[in-house]
């Protein structure tokens, strides 16, 4: 069968579309979240400040994308999951649902990232996020290939907090910023998984 000029256009417009070909396994576990100097990350099922350069940078790098979560963590956004973002939900509740097109409930982590990275990988997406809250970034931090962490220059009261960075992970790059709003500084963090420890898999 000859390939015409018109099928290579669609085949080159389809790969436009679909730049990444992606396999489950190749999706990296991500963490993603916000933390006082105390490692503070939630008071009363909400987050401790309001910095709205941290919000849009969370919105930026999830737009478009998969990210894991807890039944509290979905709780908190008010009873709606966040536009434009497939939410995977962890709950042990077996009545637990939501009745949302772009809300997949599980009922444990294994399930929760083999899901998300399906998933991702059917929507070409590279990095499953992992949004929180403490108990879903402490059963997942073993297995993250990427911290992305804010770190901010606060002491709020928190009831929920972020794990220790384990020392498998090294540091990536950090950026420091000001909000104009609060004058609070805060900085952007990278952590990623040893090379050697990456080689494992
Ligand atoms: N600063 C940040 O970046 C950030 C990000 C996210 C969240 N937060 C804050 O973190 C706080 C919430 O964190 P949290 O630790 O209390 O709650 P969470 O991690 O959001 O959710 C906990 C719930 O997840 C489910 N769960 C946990 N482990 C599970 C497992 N192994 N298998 C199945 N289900 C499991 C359980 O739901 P069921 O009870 O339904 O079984 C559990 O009650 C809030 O204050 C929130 O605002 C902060």
Not at 45 to 52: K, R
Not at 114 to 124: D, F, P, V
Not at 153 to 162: G, H, Q, R, S, V
Request: charged fraction near 20%; aromatic fraction near 8%.
């Amino acid at each position: 069968m000859s390939i015409t000029p018109a099928s290579k256009r669609r085949l080159r417009s389809r790969q436009q579309m679909n730049p990444i070909e992606l396999n489950a396994k190749n999706v990296k576990l991500v963490h993603i979240a916000a933390m006082s100097t105390e490692r503070g990350i939630g008071i009363k099922n909400g987050l401790p400040w309001h910095i709205s350069a941290d919000l849009k940078r969370f919105k930026a790098l999830t737009g478009g994308g998969v990210m894991i979560m807890g039944r509290k963590t979905f709780g908190s956004f008010g009873g709606r999951p966040l536009p434009n973002r497939h939410h995977i939900v962890v709950s042990r509740d077996p009545n637990f649902n939501a009745d949302f097109e772009q809300v997949t409930v599980v009922h444990d982590i294994p399930q929760a990232i083999e899901t998300g990275r399906a998933i991702c990988a059917k929507l070409s997406q590279p990095v499953l996020w992992v949004i929180g809250g403490a108990q879903i970034y402490a059963q997942t931090i073993d297995q993250a290939d990427r911290l992305e962490l804010t770190l901010v220059n606060l002491t709020p009261e928190c009831d929920a907090f972020y794990p220790d960075v384990p020392a498998n992970f090294e540091f990536g790059s950090r950026e420091s910023h000001t909000d104009p709003g609060s004058g609070v500084d805060y900085q952007f963090l990278s952590f990623l998984r040893k090379r050697a420890e990456l080689d494992r898999f």
